[in-house]
C-alpha cells in the first residue's frame, strides 16, 4: 500500500479555490499547503461541487473572520511598509512578518474575543509562503531577505564611501561631473491618510489604489545643477488615458517603458543611459 493521502476539509479546499481565483499559481499553492501539484489541479477542476457544499456554521465564521482580518491587515502592513522605503530603512523578511503579525494582533483584540478568534489568531503565522505571495501581489521587490545581508550590504556602502572619494581626488573631477542615480516606487494613486485610504476603497470598488505603482529612476550631478530626464517603468505600455487624450509618449518629460512588474530591467537601463542620460551629458 502506498501512503495514506493527506484529507483536506471542505474550508481548506475553498480557501486554496479563493487563493487560486486571486492569481496564486498552483505549485506555489502545493508548496503552501503541503499537497502534490495534481491533487490541488484536481481540487480546481471541483470548484464548483466544493463550493456547493454547507459547511459547519462555526468553519464558515472562522474563514469569514480570518479573510476579512488578513485583508485589513495587508493593507496596514503596506502603508507602513512604503512608509518605512520613503524614511530609506532597511526592511528585511523577518522584520515584515514580525510586523504583519503585530498588526493582525491589534486587529484581533478590536473585536469581541471567542473561542474562533483563538482558532483564528492561530491560523496565522506569517509564513514564508505567505509573504512570497504578499512580494507577489503588492509588487515589493526590493527587500532584503535576511538581515545579514542588509547589514553587508551597509558596511560594503561604507567601505566603498572612502574609495569613491579616493578616485573623486586621484581623476580629479569637479561636482558637476558626478552623478548619482536610484530607483523608487511610486504608489501614485494612494492618499496619504489611511482613513482616506479606506474611503476611497469603499467608494470605488473597482479600483485597487494599494496595488497600482510605478517605479522611477531619478539621476543628478552633485552641484544640483543637471537634472536627467526620468526613466518611468509601468505596467501598461500604452494606458487607456493615453489614448483617450492622445498623448505621444516622446513628448512627456520622462523616458516612458513598461513591463508586467513595473521594474527597471538591465535592458531599460542602458536604454536610458544611451538614449537619455549620455546626449544631456554630453549637452
Known sequence: ??????????????????????????????????????????????????????????????????????????????????????????????????????????????????????????????????????????????VVRHGEAASSDVKAAEVYIKTFSELIEAKGYIPQQVFNCDETGLFWKRMPNRTYITAEEKTMPGHKPMKDRLTLALCANASGDCKIKPLLLYHSDNPRAFKSHKILKEKLQVMWRANPKAWVTRKFFVEWINLVFGPSVKK
Open 1 to 142: 500500500m502506498g501512503p495514506k493521502k493527506k484529507m483536506m476539509s471542505i474550508e481548506l479546499k475553498r480557501e486554496i479555490i479563493e487563493k487560486h481565483e486571486q492569481g496564486v499559481r498552483v505549485i506555489d499553492l502545493a508548496r503552501m499547503y503541503g499537497r502534490s501539484t495534481s491533487m490541488i489541479c484536481t481540487m480546481l477542476k471541483q470548484k464548483e461541487l466544493i463550493n456547493g457544499v454547507t459547511p459547519a456554521k462555526g468553519v464558515t465564521i472562522i474563514s469569514k473572520l480570518r479573510t476579512s482580518l488578513h485583508e485589513k491587515m495587508e493593507k496596514l502592513l503596506m502603508v507602513w511598509v512604503t512608509e518605512k522605503q520613503l524614511q530609506g530603512g532597511t526592511l528585511t523578511q523577518s522584520i515584515i512578518c514580525e510586523k504583519a503579525r503585530a498588526i493582525y494582533g491589534d486587529l484581533l483584540k478590536q473585536i469581541p474575543h471567542t473561542s474562533t478568534n483563538k482558532e483564528s489568531e492561530d491560523s496565522f503565522k506569517a509564513s514564508r509562503g505567505w509573504f512570497d505571495n504578499f512580494r507577489k501581489r503588492t509588487g515589493i521587490h526590493s
